[in-house]
């Protein structure tokens, strides 16, 4: 069974810094395109960044310039840099994959169970 486990969240000032991060676990034969969403108070679920096996990205028109997504393949790991964090980032963000456990299985979509992030301001 596949996992996306999320960490790194936490409370920053405005104008502070985070890196998320989103470990893959279980039988996986391979990451495609990894994502990150934020959800915030009261508000639906939005694509913040996504990025490809090859390393194409993209972002949020909000997180432009602010925040960069990368990926380790060997780790199975995806991260989230967010810099010059505004009160408005405030939300719970979670990873989401699409991810082949076998060369025989189809891909399928993965969620993690989310890590908070609260900047004050």
């Known amino acids: 069974q596949v996992q996306l486990v999320e960490s790194g969240g936490g409370l920053v000032q405005s104008g502070g810094s985070l890196r998320l991060s989103c470990a893959a676990s279980?039988?996986?034969?391979?990451?495609?395109?990894m994502r990150w969403y934020q959800q915030g108070p009261g508000k639906q679920r939005e694509l913040v960044s996504s990025?490809?096996?090859?390393?194409?990205?993209n972002y949020a028109d909000s997180v432009k310039g602010r925040f960069t997504i990368s990926r380790d393949n060997a780790k199975k790991t995806v991260y989230l840099q967010m810099n010059s964090l505004k009160s408005e980032d405030t939300a719970v963000y979670y990873c989401n994959g699409d991810i082949k456990e076998s060369v025989n299985l189809p891909l399928r979509n993965y969620w993690g169970q989310g890590t908070q992030v609260t900047v004050s301001s």
């Open positions: 279980g039988t996986i034969y391979s990451l495609n395109i």
């Open positions: 990025i490809s096996s090859g390393g194409f990205t």
